[in-house]
């Protein structure tokens, strides 16, 4: 993420709170009621996205984990067509026998 988006990410969620605030007082509550329903909004919704983020952490499902997981299969695959047939058919063979001796 860039430094700009979350700057704007973090002026739409104080517009957002701004503009909830707003709603509740023209549904009908007070400045005192409508400020604390509005902030328990804002922070029922950080708690939600700081769950969810915390969810894609234990999960492994964060941009950096795939693009090193697309990274080593890059390095594995350019390796594998870099190596000789004779070379290749040793591996083979290598595996084979690990196989076998499992």
Not at 78 to 101: D, F, N, V, W, Y
């Amino acid at each position: 993420m860039r430094r700009i988006d979350a700057i704007g990410i973090t002026f739409g969620v104080f517009l957002a709170g701004g503009l909830a605030f707003l709603v509740l007082q023209g549904a009908g509550l007070d400045s005192i009621s409508a400020g604390i329903w509005s902030q328990l909004l804002l922070v029922g919704g950080l708690i939600g996205w700081l769950v969810s983020y915390l969810f894609r952490v234990v999960s492994k499902d964060m941009t950096y984990n795939q693009q090193l997981r697309d990274y080593e299969e890059a390095v594995l695959q350019k390796r594998l067509e870099e190596l000789t047939p004779e070379e290749l058919e040793k591996l083979q063979a290598e595996i084979e026998q690990e196989k076998q001796g499992s």
